[in-house]
T-cell receptor
Framework: DVKVTQSSRYLVKRTGEKVFLECVQD?????MFWYRQDPGLGLRLIYF???????EKGDIPEGYSVSREKKERFSLILESASTNQTSMYLC??????????FGSGTRLTVV | AQSVTQPDIHITVSEGASLELRCNYS??????LFWYVQSPGQGLQLLLK??????LVQGIKGFEAEFKRSQSSFNLRKPSVHWSDAAEYFC????????????FGQGTTLQVKP
């Protein structure tokens, strides 16, 4: 089975900090995604990547950036964390339009 | 633009009763359709998917879904609900191209009464 691993389940960061959320997949998938999930808003796409060093903005990229230096790793970066970025962050990977495999999520609290 | 609507935000059913969760999509071409389940505090798990062919698809945990093109629907069903099915359920549609990007509905929370 494909595994998608998010490095932290829970994070607490201070306003203004630079925050790195890491995601690693072990099945050589080309496509990787970062979503945030908020009550009543469902899943919203922040960024996705379809190859190493390739990235595209999703629906809500403001305040975020991403890095994909290796195929298996896709990092989400909050340049200067703000309280409105408190959320559940979900990473996913997929290949061949077969559907996503999700990580367990990182619940980020910005204080 | 593609979109997915799950009309029911919250549903409560009794254990042993049948279940149907509704999903309607808007997409110009033949869609790829998915149902995911999320237990509290967890990531999403794929229940089933439709790409083409037989419009009734079987998934894990006894779930099935039927694709109805004329109604732009992909409703999820289960004949007899178990208490462990209490979770949030998401319908998603796949867009064209090879990026595999999905658009998700807002989710339906299922509560199961004993």
């Amino acid at each position: 089975d494909v595994k998608v691993t998010q490095s932290s389940r829970y994070l607490v960061k201070r306003t203004g900090e630079k925050v790195f959320l890491e995601c690693v997949q072990d099945m050589d998938h080309e496509n990787m995604f970062w979503y945030r999930q908020d009550p009543g808003l469902g899943l919203r796409l922040i960024y996705f990547s379809y190859d190493v060093k390739m990235k595209e903005k999703g629906d809500i990229p403001e305040g975020y950036s991403v890095s994909r230096e290796k195929k298996e790793r896709f990092s989400l970066i909050l340049e200067s964390a703000s309280t409105n970025q408190t959320s559940m962050y979900l990473c996913a990977s997929e290949q061949g339009a077969r559907g996503y495999t999700f990580g367990s999520g990182t619940r980020l609290t910005v204080v | 633009a593609q979109s997915v609507t799950q009309p029911d935000i919250h549903i409560t059913v009794s254990e042993g009763a049948s279940l149907e969760l509704r999903c309607n999509y808007s997409y110009g071409a033949t869609p790829y359709l998915f149902w995911y389940v999320q237990s509290p505090g967890q990531g999403l798990q794929l229940l089933l998917k439709y790409f083409s062919g037989d419009t009734l698809v079987q998934g894990i945990k006894g779930f099935e879904a039927e694709f109805k093109r004329s109604q732009s629907s992909f409703n999820l069903r289960k004949p007899s609900v178990h208490w462990s099915d209490a979770a949030e359920y998401f319908c998603a549609v796949g867009t064209s191209g090879n990026t595999g990007k999905l658009i998700f509905g807002q989710g339906t929370t299922l509560q199961v009464k004993p």
